[in-house]
């Protein structure tokens, strides 16, 4: 088993959908939690952490749910700037990042 | 702005030469950094833990003879691929964590070996 799974997706949605990626660790002693957005061939860059209490940025909502270990990222109002890869990172030793495989997002017109 | 600069951003060179790829944390010291890889269409692979003054930690199946890293400074790691093959094409990433923050990433560089 992966130590960390997302949905496969890829998820194509129209413009102004909602959409909702999954994400589960193996790990208990995990510590810090993460979504990352990566476009092609660029890094990843942070979107947003992800805590117990949820967190909601603008049109992006995380959720963590430690008892079930399952991490969640629910984008509103979908833009076609949104179109890319939803990595779910999860961090149990201090730096030492777990990806998950991601999730691709097509957002169309 | 950035936070840690890799370089190249992409490197052409031909088989059995060696790349090295440079990666600086601009305004934290980072004790540790770290190299990953990632393959077409494929997550993050972690392929090893750079610690300053010390031998990096190599995860399974990496061979540390073929991807030399060394963290001199507090500033800068590098990762060398020695001899390199149209196997070890990819896409190269490094991170590092400023202390109590989230892991910041490199540029990347993407590497094709011809």
């Known amino acids: 088993r992966k130590e960390v799974e997302q949905d496969p997706g890829p998820f194509n949605v129209p413009e102004g959908a909602t959409v909702a990626f999954n994400c589960t660790y193996s790990n208990s002693a995990s510590q810090s939690f993460f979504w990352y957005r990566q476009d092609c061939r660029k890094e990843p860059k942070l979107l947003m952490s992800?805590?117990?209490s949820g967190n909601e940025d603008g049109r992006f909502t995380a959720q963590l749910n430690r008892a079930s270990q399952y991490i969640s990222l629910l984008i509103r109002d979908s833009k076609l700037s949104d179109s890319a890869t939803y990595l779910c990172v999860v961090n149990h030793n201090a730096g030492k990042s777990t990806f998950g495989d991601g999730t691709t997002l097509t957002v169309k017109p | 702005g950035a936070v840690v600069s890799q370089h190249p951003s992409r490197v052409i060179c031909k088989s059995g030469t060696s790349v090295k790829i440079e990666c600086r944390s601009l305004d934290f010291q980072a004790t540790t950094m770290f190299w990953y890889r990632q393959f077409p269409k494929k997550s993050l692979m972690l392929m090893a833990t750079?610690?300053?003054?010390?031998?990096?930690?190599?995860e399974q199946g990496v061979e540390k003879d073929k991807f030399l890293i060394n963290h001199a400074s507090l500033t800068l790691s590098t990762l060398t691929v020695t001899s390199a093959h149209p196997e070890d094409s990819s896409f190269y990433i490094c991170?590092?964590?400023?202390?109590?923050?989230?892991?910041?990433f490199g540029q990347g560089t993407r590497l094709t070996v011809v």
């Open positions: 991170s590092a964590e400023r202390e109590g923050a989230e892991a910041f």
């Open positions: 992800v805590y117990s």
């Open positions: 750079s610690n300053e003054g010390s031998k990096a930690t190599y």
